[in-house]
């Protein structure tokens, strides 16, 4: 599944499509989207947009396309399983404009998983088996049924262990740019204080992100102030110019 | 700012608009969603989409017009302090036609909170005084930087405390339906097997959603089965046609 080496310049980018009722009626709270982000960026791809919605047909379909056209890889989760909110998978095959049908090495495999375990390959749990044609499978060693790439769309499940197994699995494969990195200035100073020498910061380090996080905690309270960027030098020599702002603002400035 | 009762039977809908690198970096896990979810719900508005999108001006312009248009409400989140990354308010403005300019409310509020606490209100803090032309505030007791809303979007903050504090404060003036109820019921079968009797109970009631999710706790695993509508006694009869499902299945189902 290996794409080979891309050029160290491009940004490769990425979504995430959350596919799930139980995530906006709150019941759930996300816990797949900041893993996806962190692995991505350790290959070097930018996450650029994620995408909570419901289980419904029109939807999915919809929001596939557009992710799948503007960006280089969209990874969707949940709405795999065997019942019958599970439609992810038919909902893939339609915005591919292929047949969803049985996946014979998925079918194996699940023959296999239920030979040995309890529970029956029944009709709910064949479900799990179909796939859009041409996908090829993401292995699943947490609960048997498998995920699916087809073209750029890599369909994960939605229980956070079994989708961390399945991201991680394809994560290495993925054509990645340069990783970008990171260092963060934690300060006792206040954002309003801070923001006019920030901005110059950021205003001779273009090439890099510069974000200011406030943070409170045990009566205290202060900034956090994070560079990012691909070049490390650059995110080197901005970091040493906040940390030289903030002392010299009477802030006691350290890195986190 | 109250609308108004509509009819009951109308379904109010409403997007969350999430802004802001470090939720997409995997920095800062989002915390925000499932709060105005659960909200929404209290009050009759269904959340049908969240988005989580970069500090980066021409894409939250763009989802911003896409979202109001689309949805009765908008809600965003983040991008509303005095740092140069902070641009949520002129992006708002830009797609509104609007000039962004000094709301006299808010810069009084300012002053008034400056006096009496440490920090001075300078240029960079004047910026959280400066809101798009035809908003009203949205008022934040934990510190001092109001929202704003301006038609069907409300700007809030991104600090969990801060915007619960908002959004607390606007939440009873929606005009919302009729709040959606749902009940769960526990039970220690896996999905593959009450996945037949489970799609036939969906479809006797097509008025409401079941969604079902699997659980895994202390080597014992099961599905917890969810019955959401807006009709109560739907949702009544739907739930003990589940539990009787799941008995005859061999099933412990119980309530939760």
Chains 1, 2 share one sequence.
Not at 14 to 23: M, P
Not at 37 to 60: M, W, Y
Not at 167 to 194: M, Q, Y
């Amino acid at each position: 599944m290996s794409e080979g080496m891309i050029s160290p310049e491009r940004i490769v980018s990425a979504a995430v499509l959350i596919i799930g009722n139980e995530i906006l009626s709150g019941r759930t709270q996300d816990a797949n989207l900041a893993y996806i982000a962190k692995g991505l960026n350790e290959v070097g791809v930018s996450l650029r947009e994620a995408r909570v919605i419901p289980d419904a047909a029109d939807t999915i379909v919809e929001a596939l396309n557009e992710l799948r056209t503007k960006f280089d890889y969209v990874f969707t989760t949940g709405g795999i399983g065997p019942t019958h909110d599970d439609i992810t998978l038919e909902c893939v095959a339609r915005a591919f404009g292929v047949p969803c049908s049985l996946h014979p090495e998925a079918h194996d495999l699940l023959k296999e998983w239920y030979k040995e375990r309890p529970g029956q390959l029944n009709a709910a749990r064949l479900r799990m088996a179909t796939a859009p044609e041409g996908s090829t499978l993401i292995v699943n060693p947490i609960s048997g049924a498998p995920g699916f790439r087809i073209g750029n769309v890599f369909v994960m499940a939605g229980i956070p262990r079994v989708m961390q197994s399945m991201f991680d699995h394809v994560k290495n494969a993925l054509a990645g740019g340069r990783p970008s990195v990171s260092r963060s200035v934690r300060c006792d100073l206040p954002e309003g204080t801070i923001a006019k020498g920030f901005e110059e910061i950021q205003n001779r380090f273009p090439e890099c992100e510069l974000g200011s996080y406030p943070w409170q905690k045990d009566g205290q309270f202060g900034t956090s102030l994070v560079v990012r960027g691909r070049n490390p030098e650059s995110v080197n020599s901005a970091t040493q110019q906040i940390i030289h702002m903030v002392s010299s603002l009477g802030g006691n400035p350290r890195e986190e």
